[in-house]
């Protein structure tokens, strides 16, 4: 296997859970104790109403394509073209960025899709979504 | 009316040419920029005691310029930051001078926009450094998430889906801005386009073509502030501000795609203060300049702004509307997509030779004021140029505004 030269995220304390989770191919959001909203990306203190009651619980991983691009001219060397970059909302409510593993003439937006877990390291697992 | 409208002006303006390389550093072309745009206002290096300057990381900065021009400061700042800026440190300058931190204050950007860093942050056709996807950026870079395309065309092709309108929307405003590049000897792509030519050019980052993107370019442009009691004695007729909004943001301002609609932008937030503070409705507003790293920057800072109502963006630019002569003309020097890419300034500058009504085109008199408005021989002056809206923006969550009023008619 060839060595993986894309950058790799780097945990932070606040993060560390979220990405521990996914190499255990589980999809974590934080949600508050106080307001019960849930929450991406992971942070200290709810947004919505300041209370620091975060906690971590499974999500679905379902949820649709909020908004995708398709990239034909990436500005690394280190992604193939063209590849689809999207905001999946998920059905507890948070939108993340991703990717969609698809053929890029089959995305769109409002396209049901499902959690996919890329094991791209040994370390480190990258979220991405599929067709549901 | 704002307590201060009118009562600070825009005095100098002047920039390098655009390049590409430039073979110069930034430093170099600040100390050309400014030296212009001190000759435009008929000031020497003493008569300006206040520096500013925005810039990502990539430029010299005032206190090497002041040293370089000979320049004894009485206020600098240097901040980090993109489009929006120079919009702010205009604001910043009228606030600094009114409370009498300085006099005269220069705010300048230099850029080897091109040849440098270019905007994603990658040394061209080079890797992307790993702790760049740390901290801030391990939610969007390890999938290939870095660049401008990238992050507008997520909220450009939402917006299509939103609201019906076409990427031929986008193309209205790549012809209306590339028309007025024709005009502009300075610009780099001065050939026509057409919306056919738009529509056929290749993909970049879907939904945007090509000719959506701006180009990159080596530049530094300068903008010199003063009191109006100063600016009588200048070498030119003062353009005055009436009003403006500076880097104003959105809620959840850093992480856009977490916001409930990401193409509701900035403006919106904004435009009501600018046009309250300059004591003027849209009707009065003759021409606009509007941040066009892509197209549909333009498109959707019309909506935000006031010109027309959400979702009616496309709509409103069809037929031409935003080129001379018709309703709105925007971006008479060409823009960044037509004319180079300065991180916002040269929007300003042109804005303020039309208002001056010495856009510097093919007319041999523009220098005095003497303009044919023929556009076949290459006058890009707007007959009716006496209030012009200036938009601008960073990002979807943070714009800027500058209303400025000239005195020829």
């Known amino acids: 296997m060839s060595e993986y030269t894309k950058p790799l995220p780097k945990p932070s304390p606040t993060s560390r859970p979220f990405w521990d989770a996914a190499k255990r191919h589980q999809l974590m959001l934080q949600r508050c104790g106080a307001c019960g909203q849930f929450i991406y990306y992971p942070r200290d203190r709810c947004p919505n109403c300041f209370a620091d009651e975060l906690k971590w619980q499974r999500a679905s991983g379902l949820g649709k394509v909020y908004s995708y691009t398709v990239v034909h001219r990436a500005s690394s060397r280190h992604f193939m073209e063209p590849y689809i970059l999207a905001i999946v909302e998920l059905d507890e409510g948070p939108k993340m960025t991703t990717n969609i593993v698809a053929d890029p003439r089959a995305v769109h937006v409002d396209m049901p899709v499902a959690v996919y877990f890329d094991d791209v390291t040994p370390d480190r697992t990258l979220v991405k979504f599929k067709a549901a | 009316m704002g307590a201060l409208t009118d009562k600070y002006c825009i005095v100098g303006v002047g920039e390098t040419q655009q390049m590409r390389p430039s073979n110069r550093t930034t430093l170099s072309m600040a100390c050309e920029a400014i030296s212009n745009a001190m000759a435009d206002a008929g000031l020497k290096p003493s008569d300006i005691d206040g520096m500013t300057s925005y810039q990502v990381a990539d430029s010299t900065s005032s206190a090497h310029v002041a040293t370089a021009l000979g320049m004894r400061l009485n206020y600098c700042l240097d901040i980090f930051g993109g489009g929006s800026s120079t919009e702010a440190l205009v604001a910043h300058a009228v606030g600094l001078i009114e409370a009498g931190y300085a006099k005269t204050i220069v705010c300048f950007r230099s850029m080897n926009g091109r040849s440098g860093r270019r905007m994603g942050g990658q040394i ?15 939610f ?20 299509l889906r939103d609201t019906g309108c076409t990427t031929k929307a986008f193309a209205e405003i790549a012809v209306a801005h590339r028309y007025h590049a024709t005009l502009n000897p300075k610009a780099i792509y001065r050939s026509p386009i057409t919306i056919e030519d738009h529509q056929r050019s290749r993909w970049v980052v879907k939904p945007f073509r090509l000719l959506d993107c701006c180009t990159e370019t080596d530049v530094s442009a300068a903008i010199i502030v003063t009191s109006r009691e100063r600016a009588y004695d200048l070498r030119h007729p003062p ?28 403006g919106n937030y904004g435009w009501k203060r600018a046009f309250g503070m300059a004591g003027i409705s849209h009707r009065d507003v003759d021409f606009v300049s509007c941040y066009d790293a892509f197209t549909f920057t333009t498109l959707i800072q019309l909506e935000a702004n006031g010109f027309c109502g959400h979702g009616e963006a496309g709509e409103f630019v069809k037929g031409g509307r935003l080129q001379i002569d018709h309703e709105l003309p925007s971006n008479l020097s060409g823009g960044h997509l037509s004319e180079g890419y300065t991180h916002g300034v040269q929007m300003v500058i042109e804005n303020v030779r039309q208002l001056r ?16 408005y023929d556009r076949a021989k290459g006058c890009r002056q707007v007959k009716k140029a006496r209030i012009c809206c200036g938009m601008a923006w960073g990002w979807e969550n943070m714009a800027s505004c500058l209303i400025l009023r000239g005195m020829a008619a």
């Open chain 2, 239 to 266: 353009v005055f501000i009436m009003g403006g909004y500076a880097r104003t943001m959105t809620e959840s301002p850093q992480w856009n795609y977490s916001r409930p609609v990401i193409h509701y932008v900035a």
């Open chain 2, 124 to 138: 061209p056709g080079g890797p992307i450094p790993a702790a760049m996807a740390a901290d801030d950026n391990q």
């Open chain 2, 357 to 372: 009504h010495r856009a510097d085109d093919a007319c041999p008199g523009w220098r005095e004021g003497k303009h044919t």
């Open chain 2, 140 to 159: 969007n870079m390890g999938w290939g998430w870095t660049t401008p395309a990238q992050r507008f065309g997520m909220s450009a092709m939402r917006y």
